[in-house]
């Protein structure tokens, strides 16, 4: 038995079942309440409290950092005062934070209240694993009435749809990855088009007819039509448009208009607002 | 079951760094990707049907915190997995070199062979943009993956396990 062919070939063929078993789960797709998901759903579960502790020692290591600079130019001026000065400089740098994520849940609040949204705010405490892909992970997850497929907003625009989630957390997909696509238009001239995300950064605008007239600087938002984001919602400006070449469609490259290396606290809306049909409707 | 612990603590770890440390960092690359390293390891000394399963759970894991569609890394770790089994059983090369080595290409053809399974063969001619930042990472993965394996060769020593290939 031991020198037969399976036992011999045993590691090589255990790994090529892997990869017969990693390539189904990729085909077909791993869907909330699947067997596969809940793997997924434990390690996103467990890595959770690590990720939200190194997000607050970070949060304090950008603080301290602040601090440090802000005392050179104190010595500078008084050495006398220094470590006075030093405690003042800390408390000041906390002080800043503190007000910087006050002014973000603000806007955050403001946001939900004019496009009369339900939504739960959210922090952001980790990046994509492998930098591959462009996502994110939150700080909230089902237990916060989170579902995969929910939109995901800042103050500066639209971020990305939650992907897969966990008790108390949740994946992003930003809409600036290039497995991402949503419906979009250009706010000028109401040219419609699908917003995709690219390999390395940036935003294309696709199918958009080349009879279109796009400018550089004009605002993309949501169309809403795809059922994830409302409409309305800023998407980014229209960085370049490309008429040459062959082809039916215009070349169109848009800059988000969220900042997504800098985001610290998003929105997730819960329950779309309701359609002008259903308001007329209703 | 030892084995199973050492690289479970090992990915979760690697894992937590890989989420958290870009959110400090700006500049992406200069992490290196442990995931990898940790696969290459599994397959040049350790070559039985739990390693194997292993580095499809450490990928699989990944997919949790990676990417959008799951099982794409579990397919790249377990593909790199199978070439360093199969380098060192049948050329009987398992030095720290040839496994830096490997890491450095491991890190590239894992990205590029995700890009062309989730976007297709179109996505990996537009990722030319990516390259620089894609051999730096590679490159930074190649040197730190010899401290990695004498961490992991250390542990095993502590714990009992075998530090050279081993068969069930």
Redesign the interface.
Same mark, same amino acid.
């Given at each position: 038995m031991r020198g037969g062919f399976l036992w011999r070939n045993?590691?090589?063929l255990?790994?090529?079942m892997?990869?017969v078993?990693?390539?189904?789960?990729?085909s077909t797709?791993?869907h909330p309440g699947d067997l596969?998901?809940r793997?997924?759903?434990m390690?996103?579960e467990?890595?959770r409290p690590?990720?939200a502790a190194?997000?607050r020692v970070?949060e304090g290591?950008r603080s301290i950092v602040n601090g440090y600079f802000e005392l050179i130019h104190v010595r500078e001026d008084n050495v006398r005062l220094r470590s006075e000065l030093a405690q003042v400089t800390n408390d000041r740098a906390r002080l800043a934070e503190l007000e910087a994520e006050n002014q973000h849940l603000s806007e955050l609040l403001e946001l939900r209240d004019v496009l009369g949204l339900h939504a739960v705010a959210a922090n952001?405490?980790?990046?994509?694993?492998?930098?591959?892909?462009h996502?994110l992970?939150l700080s909230a997850g089902s237990s916060n009435g989170l579902k995969p497929g929910m939109a995901v907003l800042s103050n500066q625009g639209v971020v990305g749809k939650i992907?897969?989630i966990s008790p108390h957390a949740s994946?992003v997909?930003l809409i600036d990855?290039?497995?991402?696509a949503l419906d979009g238009f250009d706010q000028r001239s109401r040219a419609r088009g699908i917003v995709a995300g690219?390999?390395?950064e940036g935003l294309i605008l696709k199918y958009v007819d080349r009879s279109q007239d796009l400018k550089s600087g004009d605002a993309i938002v949501t169309s809403g039509l795809d059922g994830i984001f409302p409409r309305g919602l800023l998407v980014g400006t229209v960085k370049s448009v490309h008429r040459e070449g062959p082809g039916l469609f215009l070349s169109v490259g848009i800059t988000p208009g969220v900042d997504f290396?800098s985001l610290e606290q998003v929105l997730i809306v819960t329950q779309q607002p309701p359609h002008l049909d259903d308001k007329v409707k209703g | 079951m030892r084995l199973i612990l050492l690289f479970a603590i090992f990915a979760?770890l690697g894992? $937590?760094l890989?989420?958290?440390? /870009?959110? !400090?960092i700006?500049f992406?690359?200069l +992490?290196p990707?442990l995931?990898v390293i940790l696969a290459v390891d599994l397959g040049f000394r350790h070559?039985?049907?739990t390693?194997?399963?292993l580095?499809?759970a450490i990928?699989?894991?990944?997919? $949790?915190?990676?990417?959008?569609? /799951?099982? !794409?890394?579990?397919?790249m770790i377990? +593909?790199i997995?199978?070439v360093c089994?199969?380098i060192s059983s049948r050329l009987m090369v398992t030095s720290t070199f040839v496994g830096a080595t490997v890491v450095f290409f491991g890190v590239i053809l894992?990205?590029l062979g995700?890009?062309a399974?989730?976007?297709g063969f179109e996505?990996v001619s537009?990722?030319g943009?990516?390259m620089p930042s894609l051999a730096l990472?590679a490159g930074i993965s190649a040197i730190v993956a010899p401290f990695v394996f004498s961490i992991l060769a250390r542990c095993k020593r502590a714990i009992g396990l075998p530090v050279a290939p081993a068969r069930?």
């Amino acid at each position: 038995m031991r020198g037969g062919f399976l036992w011999r070939n045993r590691v090589l063929l255990t790994a090529g079942m892997l990869l017969v078993l990693s390539l189904h789960l990729v085909s077909t797709g791993v869907h909330p309440g699947d067997l596969a998901a809940r793997p997924q759903s434990m390690f996103l579960e467990i890595l959770r409290p690590i990720d939200a502790a190194l997000a607050r020692v970070s949060e304090g290591a950008r603080s301290i950092v602040n601090g440090y600079f802000e005392l050179i130019h104190v010595r500078e001026d008084n050495v006398r005062l220094r470590s006075e000065l030093a405690q003042v400089t800390n408390d000041r740098a906390r002080l800043a934070e503190l007000e910087a994520e006050n002014q973000h849940l603000s806007e955050l609040l403001e946001l939900r209240d004019v496009l009369g949204l339900h939504a739960v705010a959210a922090n952001v405490i980790g990046s994509d694993a492998t930098g591959l892909s462009h996502t994110l992970i939150l700080s909230a997850g089902s237990s916060n009435g989170l579902k995969p497929g929910m939109a995901v907003l800042s103050n500066q625009g639209v971020v990305g749809k939650i992907i897969a989630i966990s008790p108390h957390a949740s994946r992003v997909l930003l809409i600036d990855d290039h497995n991402s696509a949503l419906d979009g238009f250009d706010q000028r001239s109401r040219a419609r088009g699908i917003v995709a995300g690219m390999v390395d950064e940036g935003l294309i605008l696709k199918y958009v007819d080349r009879s279109q007239d796009l400018k550089s600087g004009d605002a993309i938002v949501t169309s809403g039509l795809d059922g994830i984001f409302p409409r309305g919602l800023l998407v980014g400006t229209v960085k370049s448009v490309h008429r040459e070449g062959p082809g039916l469609f215009l070349s169109v490259g848009i800059t988000p208009g969220v900042d997504f290396r800098s985001l610290e606290q998003v929105l997730i809306v819960t329950q779309q607002p309701p359609h002008l049909d259903d308001k007329v409707k209703g | 079951m030892r084995l199973i612990l050492l690289f479970a603590i090992f990915a979760m770890l690697g894992l $937590a760094l890989e989420t958290a440390i /870009p959110h !400090l960092i700006s500049f992406r690359p200069l +992490l290196p990707n442990l995931i990898v390293i940790l696969a290459v390891d599994l397959g040049f000394r350790h070559h039985s049907i739990t390693a194997a399963l292993l580095a499809f759970a450490i990928g699989y894991a990944t997919d $949790a915190f990676a990417g959008s569609h /799951p099982g !794409l890394n579990a397919f790249m770790i377990t +593909l790199i997995f199978l070439v360093c089994f199969e380098i060192s059983s049948r050329l009987m090369v398992t030095s720290t070199f040839v496994g830096a080595t490997v890491v450095f290409f491991g890190v590239i053809l894992t990205a590029l062979g995700a890009i062309a399974i989730s976007s297709g063969f179109e996505a990996v001619s537009q990722s030319g943009s990516i390259m620089p930042s894609l051999a730096l990472q590679a490159g930074i993965s190649a040197i730190v993956a010899p401290f990695v394996f004498s961490i992991l060769a250390r542990c095993k020593r502590a714990i009992g396990l075998p530090v050279a290939p081993a068969r069930e």
